[in-house]
């Protein structure tokens, strides 16, 4: 990853090193508004998948949970406990 | 342990309402508050998802591995639920990770997906997660799918170092941010968000744990009470000798 570290020391000895930077440093100059539009829509496909992926889940869950539920309630029922 | 199925109605809602909130507070934080990195921009937030989900896939890796283990000491079921239900919770965070890992990628890599270690050995992860939930449901009987779950969980746990430390063994392309050394860490911000988020994750899979605990609890008992009603009916004054 080609990320900017702030010391400039310390990214000399890892391009030496020949090890990838990997520190995530913060934003201070203004990035391309055009390309962060395009990955902002990145950031919100990213969140509405997991968000999708985590409520279909909970979703099965309490859909199972309650056939479940039901079911044990009637075979009590029926075997008169 | 109570073989009943409990009632903890109050605690379950209140863990609930606890991951709610929290979740509410990362999507603040990750959105509002945390800057923006330098070189990817705005697509780096998807880092406070992604890593969280993957942690929450290794515990319910090695929590699966665990209550294997102790299902084949002990032979009791209630390990085997456990281990079950974590073996699910496995595989759905391992999807979030498989699924948000290359939409980080495309923007920041130009690819959706490279043949890098870190990627193919998560891939295999949840191959055998999948295989694992395939086998179980393909068994004769629970204590064929029990025994068959508990060996192909302790080989998905052998998975677990090599995605670890893939990234220092094979050098690719993943970023390897949690253990850099030499300054190269986190930024102080993104660390606290990072654990935020992660906190909120482990109390969702708490939260998805115990009602999918619940859930094979529930499975069991309709089953015992599906063979008393039959043995019941066997038995009974019209039955056939």
Redesign the interface.
């Known amino acids: 990853m080609n990320a900017h570290d702030p010391n400039p020391l310390l990214a000399l000895l890892a391009a030496l090193q020949d090890a990838p930077l990997t520190r995530f440093a913060t934003e201070t100059a203004a990035a391309d508004p055009g390309a962060n539009a395009r990955r902002f829509r990145f950031l919100i496909g990213a969140y509405v998948a997991v968000w999708t992926i985590l409520a279909a889940y909970l979703f099965t869950l309490s859909v199972r949970l309650r056939r479940l539920s039901k079911q044990v309630r009637r075979l009590k029922e029926r075997a008169g406990l | 342990m109570d073989r009943t199925?409990p009632d903890r109605a109050g605690w379950q809602h209140a863990h609930f309402a606890a991951v709610a909130l929290l979740m509410t507070a990362s999507?603040v934080v990750v959105f509002g508050v945390v800057?923006?990195?330098?070189?990817?921009?705005?697509?780096?937030?998807?880092?406070y998802?992604?890593v969280p989900?993957a942690l929450c896939a290794f515990l319910g890796v090695g929590l699966c591995a665990a209550f294997s283990a102790l299902y084949l000491w002990r032979k009791d079921d209630r390990w085997d639920l456990l281990a079950h239900a974590s073996a699910e919770l496995a595989t759905?965070f391992c999807?979030?990770v498989l699924?948000?890992g290359p939409?980080?990628a495309?923007?920041?890599w130009g690819v959706w997906w490279t043949g890098e270690v870190r990627l193919t050995s998560t891939l295999v992860l949840w191959l055998i997660l999948v295989g694992y939930l395939v086998l179980r449901s393909s068994a004769e009987n629970a204590d064929q799918a029990a025994r068959w779950g508990a060996v192909v969980a302790i080989i998905a746990a052998l998975d677990i170092p090599i995605i670890y430390k893939s990234v220092e063994w094979w050098?690719g392309?993943h970023?390897?941010?949690l253990r850099?050394t030499?300054?190269?860490?986190?930024?102080p911000?993104?660390e606290k968000t990072l654990l935020l988020c992660s906190v909120t994750f482990f109390l969702?899979f708490a939260y998805?744990l115990g009602?999918?605990y619940?859930?094979g609890l529930?499975?069991r008992?309709?089953e015992v009470?599906?063979h008393?009603?039959r043995r019941?009916a066997a038995s009974g004054p019209g039955a056939q000798p």
């Open positions: 199925v999507v800057p923006g990195e330098r070189t990817m921009g705005v697509v780096q937030r998807i880092f998802f992604h989900s759905l999807t979030i699924v948000t939409i980080w495309r923007p920041v050098r392309l970023p390897r941010v850099a030499g300054g190269q860490g986190l930024d911000a993104m969702l998805l009602q999918r619940r859930l529930l499975a008992d309709v009470l599906t008393a009603a019941a």
